[in-house]
């Protein structure tokens, strides 16, 4: 069966990805382009015996390559990206509500040189506002076919399928060209001059996209520099055509206008008044400067409240799983590295992918149906002019929001943001906001070392003001990260804020439900093997060595006790009755010391073992690095212990402090442990306020968890920008901790 490759062209928001999921279905790939941060998204369809694999281009307003995104679009349209086949049909999806607009795009489209099918989408939103489209016409015209479609309720598809066959076999559109002569006499020398000298056929389309785009990505990508002489054949052909009157790049625009207005007259029938659409009452209240706001507010309240608290279920019901799961393994499995492999590394690292999840997926579920029925580019409208204060676009917001809950789905929240720049500048202060995990160790150092006092009245308290003022400097610090970025490595104009309003739709349930579960996928697939793999590393720098002395030695301390207490229970069982109520009841007592007793013996080897293991003794190394901060070496090595997840420390510190694994937030145990631990060979304590108030700020502003700095990596398709956030995160985390210290210090 022959596999013809089809790539999908159109503009933001006129139904591309919809069409294109229509198309595959559930047979789709998700990626990135070689080297470029661009999502790829590929699949595949059958039909009349042709076997289609269907690309999904960036949506673009235009050819002209400038962004990594319309870079990419071109060199595939082109045939120029290495590990994408060119294109045997192309498919131009319009709005067909939004003619003139679109049709600049069909202008650029018809001079690819490759067969060409037009998707003519919303006919039913063009049908309401009173348009009248001459589908026949058009296509004459435009000498290829032309398809009605409503992809959002799966309207036009088979003829739309039956198209792209017959266009496989159809000859390529002969289309006029849009400029005047003697631009087209330029194009040709220039095109004759190229052709010379790389000893090929160069598109006609490449030549002009190089005589247009002046200082764009083809004048340095093709013509190798200022130096050379096809340079300055370009230089030359500028000039004359600025002295006939058609200046470089005013030309393109003013040509291809002339000819969408010529189409647009003979084709479109417009109605005598604009009618007011169900759309635009709706945005009468949705983008109003007050109540416009309010809703928003309201809205993302109920996202965030979603993301941060109704995921928690789930989670609680997969930590039980999981649990469960750890709890076989360690009963079918003798004891030694290999149960700890499975039980602490396998299915801990399955956990904590798997813990991501419920989150994930909610966000992903809010974002498909906000987008699906049009209200996003609402909120990016909104909140527009409050984040372009901070040098990014409205569509930060979200993604930034998303981050309180988990940084994770809001770094994949960044994805609708079509300007590379503002993605990443989204995406590298993200980590910044207060995850739900620092929450567990806020709550731990605020509870047991800060103060309960109330003020106003009982209404607020200090413990509050501490959690709230640890979010604020978060919030604080990323504004200023994302500043001093866009003015050293990120340097670059932000584009003018242009947003499409769509029209309001009910949300497809099937494209709702299958793009979650396309993302959730992806993230297992990807970033959940990275995950997994940082945790067993971790979990064997936490067991390794793992000598038996060190358990023979803490038992040895523990001999006699455990033999006294098996002489009394001995004791018991012998010279008393056995049936006797004080018997039976001293019996309970000293067998419940006795397990106590082993409890204690068993949390002192887990100590004993992670003090004598690669991660305890990478916390003594840093101990100098860190005790101007306050911390003794268990700090620094339950920090470095949490890079899997940070809130994972508690737990560490439950082991480091021969307390056992099972400690929370709220364990008065832990407490009380931290409360006693003295500074060696003095009485002054170890954890005072300043202490517990460095720890906080360090955990609010350093690299969250290992699974976001591998989204990182999987979003920027790099592994300089997750090193780059590490580094810069702990660098400030280190100087905002020890800053705290030693204020602290002063103040008390």
Known sequence: MVTRTVALLGNPNTGKSTIFSALVGVSQRIGNYPGVTVEKKVGEATRAGQRFTIIDLPGTYSLAPRSPD?????????????????????VCILDASNLERNLYLVSQALELGRPLVVALNK??????????????????????????TQAHRRLGLDELRRALVQATSAPV????????????????????????????????????????????????????????????????????????????????????????DAIVDDVLQKPAAEPVTVSDRIDGLLTHSVAGLLIFAALMLVVFQSIFSWAAPLQDLLEQVVGAVGAAVTAVVPAGVLQSLLADGVVAGVGAVLAFLPQIAMLFLFVAILEDCGYMARAAYLMDGLMARVGLSGKSFIPLLSSFACAVPGILASRVIENRRDRLVTILVAPLMS????????????????????????????????????????????????????????????????????????????????????????????????????????????????????????RAEYAAQLAALDQDIQRVRTESDPLSQAAMQSLAELEQRRSSL???IDNRVAGAHMAQSVLGRLGQLVAPVVRPLGWDWKIGCAVIASFPAREVVIGAMGVIYNLGEGQDEHSPSLKAELAKQTWPHTEQPVYTIPVALSIVVFFALCAQCAATLVTIRRETGSCWWPVFTFSYMTCLAYLGALTTHQIGRLLM
């Open 70 to 90: 319309e870079v990419v679009a071109v060199d595939v349209l082109l045939g120029r990206q290495p590990d994408v086949p060119p294109p045997d049909v192309v």
């Open 123 to 148: 006919i039913d939103v063009a049908r309401e506002r009173g348009l009248v489209i001459d589908v026949a016409r058009l296509s004459e015209r435009l000498g290829v076919p032309v398809v009605e």
């Open 173 to 260: 559109p002969s289309s006029s060209s849009p400029f005047p002569p003697e631009f087209r006499d330029e194009v040709g020398q220039l095109k004759a001059a190229w052709d010379q000298r790389s000893g090929g056929n160069v598109p006609r389309y490449l030549v002009e996209r190089l005589l247009l785009d002046t200082g764009g990505y083809l004048e340095d990508s093709c013509s190798g520099g200022n130096d050379t002489s096809l340079a300055r054949d370009v230089r030359a052909a500028r000039k004359r055509l600025a002295a006939a009157g058609w200046a470089v790049p005013a030309v393109e625009t003013t040509s291809r206008y002339k000819w969408v």
């Open 435 to 554: 995850c739900s995990a620092r929450l567990p160790v806020y709550t731990l150092m605020i509870s047991a070392f800060i103060p309960n006092r109330r003020y106003a009245g009982g209404w607020i308290g200090l413990q509050g003001i501490t959690i709230v003022a640890l979010y604020a400097i978060g919030i604080v610090v990323a504004v200023v990260v994302a500043k001093v970025l866009q003015k050293t490595i990120l340097k670059g104009e932000s584009p003018p804020f242009i947003m499409e309003l769509p029209e309001y739709r009910f949300p497809s349930p099937r494209l709702v439900v299958g793009r979650v579960v396309e993302q959730c996928w992806e993230f297992i697939r990807s970033a959940g093997t990275l995950i997994l793999a940082v945790t067993v590393i971790v979990w064997a720098a936490a067991y390794f060595p793992h000598s038996p002395q060190v358990e023979a030695d803490v």
């Open 598 to 600: 082993e409890d204690d």
